[in-house]
């Protein structure tokens, strides 16, 4: 039975994307048209080939994309707030703050379906028609806000929803497989995962939305410069790297606030770098981690590796400790 409903809700799912995508391709459409057409107006107006439907064309257009376009924004992480307050407050705040946010948002959005479909059958009751330049029902005009405010409502819900449920993970990293492998096992961790395979993706993704913790490659990804944004915002943050894998890349990190720096190939016990991150403090969570790979470097780096770092001295001595 559980497998039969699981099922359902994917088969549902691609529908709704695949609707919301149909949606945004066709907006896509009509902005391009709407282009040609000012373009053309503009170029014909002082010919007998003038013509001056194009802007009550475009009226209908901005509407038709606005509809059309917004869900699947809020969708993929698009801009679409003043981000005076959300850039005012950090952290757990700021998470509280957005599920807030897009829990009211989810409401209008709800009252804008609900009345909207209530509207467009009264016209369509009453054959109330739209008379300017194009004559049509009016209920086809009406009928826009229903459609796009459902896929509001669903999307603001989800994103309230994240925001309240399950610690969510930001994972940045060129390479797919790395990321699969990562979501599969924070997965299990009993965290939500965010994914992003370059900077300006993640980059976008750092600046509007909130993450619990982020899990940063160096290379290829421009882990350094994505590192500064994700400190900047309060984002705990983990380094995973296997071609940066030297001590001046160990040290930068942890001069520009990383909590951990952990190779690829110990990518399987990433969660636990990760609980450290999320449950423990700063220098805490350091220190674990200290404890839990001092020892992989020193074989990996040579004798010596952490004696320029004042922070390592007091791990070393836990370290020390913990062997006698």
Request: with cysteine; net charge neutral; proline share 2%.
């Amino acid at each position: 039975m559980r497998l039969v409903i699981n099922r359902t809700i994917k088969i549902l799912e691609k529908i709704y994307d695949g609707l919301l995508a149909g949606l945004v391709y066709v907006a896509a459409v009509l902005i391009l048209f709407m282009v040609l057409c000012i373009s053309a107006s503009v170029f014909l107006r002082h010919t007998e080939y003038a013509f001056g439907w194009q802007l009550e064309a475009s009226e209908y257009i901005l509407i038709i994309i606005t509809f059309f376009g917004t869900g699947w924004l809020l969708k993929t992480g698009g801009h679409i707030r003043v981000d005076i307050i959300p850039n005012w407050v950090k952290g757990k705040r700021q998470a509280f703050y957005n599920g807030s946010t897009y829990i009211i948002v989810s409401i209008v959005c709800l009252a804008f379906t609900i009345t909207g479909v209530f509207t467009a059958w009264d016209a369509y009751i009453a054959g109330t028609l739209q008379i300017k330049i194009y004559t049509f029902p009016k209920w086809i005009l009406i009928s826009l806000i229903p459609l796009g405010g459902f896929f509001l409502f669903v999307e603001s819900g989800k994103l309230a929803y994240r925001c309240f449920s399950r610690k969510v993970i930001l994972i940045v990293d060129d390479e797919a497989d790395v990321l699969t492998t990562l979501d599969e096992i924070l997965g299990l961790g009993h965290y939500r995962v965010d994914t992003a395979q370059d900077f300006d993706t993640a980059s976008e993704k750092l600046k509007y939305n909130v993450y619990d913790g982020v899990v940063l490659d160096i290379m290829g990804v421009q882990g350094f410069d994505l590192l500064r944004m994700s400190v900047e915002k309060g984002c705990p943050t983990i380094m995973l790297t296997a071609h940066a894998l030297h001590p001046a890349a160990l040290k930068k990190c942890m001069e520009l606030g990383a909590i951990s720096f952990v190779p690829k190939e110990k990518m399987e016990s990433i969660t636990s770098f990760v609980d450290d991150a999320l449950t423990m403090s700063e220098k805490e969570a350091r220190l674990n981690f200290y404890l839990k790979l001092g020892g992989y470097f020193d074989h990996r780096f040579g004798p010596g590796w952490d004696k320029d770092e004042a922070f390592w001295s007091e791990a070393r001595k836990v370290l020390s400790g913990n062997a006698t």
